[in-house]
């Protein structure tokens, strides 16, 4: 069982490039999620989504956009790269809209700007 | 605004020893709180999940707490191993949203560390 698969696991950027990071889970999860990582910082939400077309901002969507056409792909676009953007990226899920399922997450992707 | 502190940020212990790792939040509205590991390089493992109604949950060698009216949580781990050295993470799930319906809220985390 794969559960929440991100690629790619590094990624060094030049200012102003664009990417995709990418996330597919095979848990059938509605909701999935973008979570950013800073050192020393808790996780902020970036963007969620409840299901296939359905799409949120959360608490820090400045800089990313992002689509789900299927359940089980929820990528992350970054379209005009910045240094701020530096960060380590977690994609998760997390099965029902009953807020007690708790949260599944990949490992993650570490992004350098430079 | 719903805020969550761990303290302390880093705890070093010898094995075999029972340790406990605190998580306080500032307001008491909230659905659940959860807790979290994460080992360096790799995403975060759900531990245990405790509901608004609930007083502690337990699973293994952890068991964890919920004080909501007092704001505080506790895991505590059982017979410390070196297996047990991670980042331990909790985050609530405020009731009222704020940032979007579906955003937790998380604590910068303690970096256990067990010594053989």
């Known amino acids: 069982n794969a559960g929440v698969t991100q690629t790619p696991k590094f990624r060094i950027l030049k200012i102003g490039q664009s990417m995709t990071l990418q996330c597919t889970q095979d848990?059938?999860?509605?909701?999935m999620y973008w979570y950013r990582q800073d050192p020393g910082m808790g996780l902020k939400l970036i963007y969620y989504?409840?299901?296939?077309?359905?799409?949120d901002k959360g608490e820090v969507p400045n800089g990313y956009n992002v689509s789900r056409s299927t359940t089980e792909d929820f990528p992350l676009r970054l379209e005009l790269a910045a240094p701020s953007q530096t960060s380590v990226y977690f994609c998760?899920?997390?099965?029902?809209?009953?807020?007690?399922?708790?949260?599944?997450f990949g490992n993650g992707t570490r992004l350098t700007v430079t | 605004k719903q805020e969550v502190t761990q303290i302390p940020a880093a705890l070093s212990v010898p094995e075999g020893e029972n340790l406990v790792l605190n998580c306080s939040f500032t307001?008491?509205?909230?659905?659940?709180l959860q807790w979290f590991r994460q080992d360096p390089g790799k995403g975060l493992t759900s531990l245990l999940l405790?509901?608004?109604?609930?007083r502690e949950q337990t699973s293994g060698r952890l068991n964890a707490s919920l004080d909501k009216s007092s704001g505080r949580s506790t895991l505590y781990i059982a017979a410390s191993q070196p297996g047990d050295s991670a980042t331990y993470l909790c985050?609530?799930?405020?009731?009222?949203?704020?940032?979007?319906?579906?955003?937790?809220?998380f604590g910068k985390g303690t970096k256990l560390t067990v010594n053989p």
């Open positions: 998760a899920s997390r099965a029902d809209r009953a807020y007690n399922s708790p949260l599944h």
């Open positions: 848990m059938n999860h509605n909701y």
């Open positions: 989504s409840v299901g296939a077309g359905i799409t």
């Open positions: 307001d008491s509205a909230i659905y659940n």
């Open positions: 405790i509901q608004s109604s609930q």
């Open positions: 985050a609530v799930r405020p009731l009222i949203p704020q940032g979007g319906s579906e955003k937790l809220v």
